[in-house]
DNA sequence: ATTGTTGCAAAGTGTTTGCACAAAC
DNA sequence: GTTTGTGCAAACACTTTGCAACAAT
């Protein structure tokens, strides 16, 4: 049986061009992590990230792991989201699906939400401080429905 | 030279009638935490609480300070904010002064905004979610006027 | 006397670093 | 062959927990 190539999405392709362009070379760690982030439609956290590529035969080591994705973040590529629970999640940065997120007190559930209101009011305040804004994060936190 | 005796304000006195309440002792430590509390503007981290007492005279032993600071949260008189630095920050909850923080990239520095149309914007989205949102937390980051 | 409070040291958790080896160029 | 990428283990930073001593009731 042929085994299927899986398409690749344009972060996928875009990721690995910018990281083309900024010098990297080619790493199967890095490559197995981008094609796993672009899988997602939420954050995922270092420690999940490393259980799914375990789940899926190409383990990569911890450590690999965070400097891979520092470097992501630091491409613009992912966003490295602290939503209040003691470790970082991490999510590609997709222009057209920014998103942010509502956190379970309870359960820890994570789910995302967007909102054009929402997103004009940041706009517009990030023009008015004194502060050159490079970007936001918007956490509500209560909740989630399976635990009210 | 009389020692003036500090005035409280509603806040260090509301957390203190809340304690009793809640069926808490008096304990120096947890006094010495909510008078510095109540002394601040913006929030702090542990280490900062931990340097500030200290530097008073009124050392109070890291675990009870992070004891503490769960209880005031749990209490709903503090609130926790993680900004994104591997760390957790803590701040007096003062019913007519919400605000939310700009973080520096380069320097870590955290200033506090507040913004009428984004709260709004806020509460907007928070009724619509099939979620029962009980806090938010915006951060936006850049960098501050000194780094830039 | 009882029970909450505090400090110390040890343990935990998430993340980063040092280093040797493998892989890409 | 040179330089970058990767994995492992050790080191780190922040936070929590166990426990004995102490203070408030």
Redesign the pocket.
């Known amino acids: 049986m042929a085994k299927m190539k899986k398409k690749e999405s344009q972060w996928e392709t875009a990721t690995n061009e910018r990281?083309?362009e900024a010098?990297?070379?080619?790493?199967?760690?890095?490559?197995?992590?981008v094609a796993l982030l672009d899988e997602q439609s939420c954050a995922l956290?270092?420690?999940e990230i490393e259980e799914l590529l375990a789940a899926r035969e190409?383990?990569?080591?911890?450590?690999?792991?965070?400097?891979?994705?520092?470097?992501l973040d630091e491409l613009g590529v992912v966003s490295k989201v602290?939503l209040g629970?003691?470790?970082?999640?991490y999510e590609p940065i997709r222009p057209d699906h920014h998103h942010h997120h509502l956190v379970c007190d309870k359960c820890g559930a994570v789910i995302a939400f967007d909102d054009a209101p929402l997103e004009r009011a940041v706009d517009s305040i990030s023009k008015r401080v004194d502060f050159a804004v490079e970007g936001h994060e918007i956490v509500l936190h209560g909740l989630c429905a399976d635990c009210r």
Do not use: N
């Open positions: 990281l083309a010098g990297f070379r080619r790493g199967g760690a890095r490559a197995a992590v956290s270092a420690y190409r383990a990569v080591g911890r450590a690999s792991i965070y400097r891979i994705l520092e470097q602290e629970q003691a470790q970082a999640r």
